[in-house]
């Protein structure tokens, strides 16, 4: 199975201030339709994970433009431009392109 | 607009038998393969199976192989998780979601194996 690792898996944050975490895969994430599928969940406290970026780097929509993905074969990386008090919560990132589909273990932003 | 809505978990004793619902609406139900998606008490997210737009596909994770089976009724706009065989560890809230990259989700229905 891929294994997909974030960093860090807790994240302080001051409001106002950016915020980044990364996510590597054990396998490059290039799919044969040359798409890759990385993308990164939200999961507000109390409630249903909600996808933020799908293909790495497509925002959903009603995802705030404060929210971006970027990264390649192995590296991605979801930056939080300014980060506000509705934004704490656990990321995750998932793997859409092998299977079985696989998440990373999880990265808690809370307000400092 | 996209409507998932869980149903038909509660407690059941290891080895028992339990089948999960989900009431899909809003969109052509029948033009999307359907997963599930589960998350154990402060844990985090698993996949556990999914089922093509057709229904003739099925994939499993190896942790429910052979106790789980996917289904669906495009009929009813409705899709199925009958879980056999239940374990401790099966406990988590479960979660339907759409497509194979989870583009909307359920608010999940918990399921909890204990004697």
């Known amino acids: 199975d891929v294994v997909m690792t974030q960093s860090p898996l807790s994240l302080p944050v001051t409001l106002g201030q950016p915020a980044s975490i990364s996510c590597s895969s054990s396998?490059?994430?290039?799919?044969?339709?040359?798409?890759?599928?990385l993308n990164w969940f939200q999961q507000r406290p109390g409630q249903s994970p909600r996808r933020l970026i799908y293909?790495?780097?497509k925002r959903d929509s009603g995802v705030p433009d404060r929210f971006s993905g970027s990264g390649s074969d192995t590296d991605f990386t979801l930056k939080i431009s300014r980060v506000e008090a509705e934004d704490v919560g656990v990321y995750y990132c998932?793997?859409?392109?092998?299977?079985?589909?696989?998440f990373g273990q999880g990265t808690k932003v809370e307000i400092k | 607009q996209v409507q998932l809505v869980e149903s038909g978990g509660g407690v059941v004793q290891p080895g028992g038998s339990l089948r999960l619902s989900c009431a899909a609406s809003?969109?052509?139900?029948?033009?999307?393969?359907m997963p599930w998606i589960r998350q154990a008490p402060g844990k985090g997210l698993e996949w556990v199976a999914i089922i093509s737009y057709h229904g003739a596909n099925e994939y499993y994770a190896d942790s429910v192989k052979g106790r789980f089976t996917i289904s669906r009724d495009n009929s009813k706009n409705t899709l199925y998780l009958e879980m056999n065989s239940l374990r401790p560890e099966d406990t988590a809230v479960y979660y339907c979601?759409?497509?194979?990259?989870?583009?909307?989700w359920g608010q999940g229905t918990l399921v909890t194996v204990s004697s």
């Open positions: 293909e790495v780097s």
């Open positions: 998932m793997q859409g392109t092998h299977w079985p589909r696989t």
């Open positions: 396998q490059r994430l290039v799919y044969n339709d040359g798409k890759t599928y």
């Open positions: 809003g969109f052509t139900f029948s033009n999307y393969p």
């Open positions: 979601a759409r497509d194979w990259n989870l583009d909307y």
